[in-house]
């Protein structure tokens, strides 16, 4: 017992300038590494798209150029056709995951017992793998001789597809890549969304004579609308900013069909070494992200659902 009102004693001791201090003591060195390793290079990268950076002439120095980086990719061709292969991959992929991952999660959600649990898991297998294994494992099911895909193609009469190498077939063997990968990111958000919903609702509607259908349109899809602006928010950013999977299956080719932003940036600032360059076009591409998250937002929510 006096060991313990020692301990007290000593814990409500202290001057109140101590105590007001005291939390800033023990959270000081987590904020610490979080501005070394996020605001720091945020604001580093921000520095240097207003300057000339090239890493092979920083002994030169760094000019100051404004806004003449952002002005160079508003007039750089390439930096035009990868902004529109970025907004064609992640709008069709997103579209297609979403409403595919809709789709099982409303099948699943009706079935009961170990069969919704076996199938919950083998769906989810291919989102949980890395991405550069799902690349490798595509690119060789794409193999234009030695690919099951082609395999399976010639079995039904059709001549073998050249998947990776055609400017026409490319980007859509890369979206089937994505969405094979991703849809189970939409199944679990969305099959979560649906399982919490309350069940008072559609009593009173079947009670009324609502049909399942008119169930599904004015209580399902109303209660479920936060959950979708999630799960399309969270999916469509990480679908503009993809960068690994496709820089293994294509590097961005045949020429510029499948080259998104992140590898034109990737390719300007560590290939080419223009560091000022590629940062303008990441602060560019932050923007569409920013914009493209509000439209978003404003489009599926209104003032009563949330």
């Known amino acids: 017992m006096e060991n313990r009102q020692t301990v007290k ?3 409500s001791s202290g001057t109140p300038l101590q105590k007001r201090y005291e ?3 023990f959270i000081g060195p987590a904020i ?3 501005l070394g390793i996020t605001i720091y290079p945020l604001l580093y990268s921000l520095y240097m798209s207003f300057h000339s950076v090239f890493l092979t002439k920083m002994h ?3 000019p100051f150029v404004g806004l003449g980086n952002f002005r160079a990719a508003l007039q750089d061709p390439l930096f035009w056709i990868s902004l529109k292969n970025t907004l064609v991959f992640s709008i069709v992929g997103v579209s297609l995951e979403f409403a595919l991952g809709f789709l099982i999660a409303l099948m699943v959600e009706a079935l009961l017992g ?3 649990t076996i199938i919950r898991t083998i769906l989810l297998l291919p989102m949980i793998m890395a991405p550069v294994v799902v690349a490798l494992i595509w690119r060789f099911m794409y193999n234009t001789d030695f690919g099951i895909i082609n395999y399976f193609l010639s079995l039904v009469g059709f001549a073998k597809q050249v998947w990776l190498s055609s400017t ?3 980007m859509p063997a890369v979206i089937a890549m994505d969405v094979w990968q991703w849809t189970p ?3 679990l958000i969305l099959l979560a969304g649906l399982q919490s919903l309350p069940y008072s609702p559609y009593e009173a509607a079947y009670i009324d004579g609502a049909s399942r259908v008119q169930a599904f349109l004015y209580i399902t899809l109303p209660l479920l609308r936060p959950i979708l602006l999630i799960s399309l928010l969270l999916r469509l950013i990480d679908s503009i900013k993809t960068f690994d999977n496709i820089f293994v299956l294509t590097g961005g080719g ?5 080259e998104l932003l992140s590898l034109y940036i990737y390719r300007v600032g560590f290939r080419h070494f223009n560091l000022g360059y590629g940062g303008a076009m990441s602060y560019i591409l932050l923007i569409i992200v920013v914009v493209l998250s509000r439209q978003l937002i404003r489009r599926l929510r209104s003032k009563r659902d949330l």
């Open 9 to 11: 004693t000593r814990r």
């Open 23 to 25: 939390p800033f003591l």
């Open 32 to 34: 610490l590494v979080l």
């Open 60 to 62: 030169l120095g760094i």
């Open 114 to 116: 170990r069969t919704s």
């Open 168 to 170: 026409a077939m490319a």
């Open 185 to 187: 990111f939409m199944f």
């Open 254 to 258: 045949p020429g510029s069909a499948t």
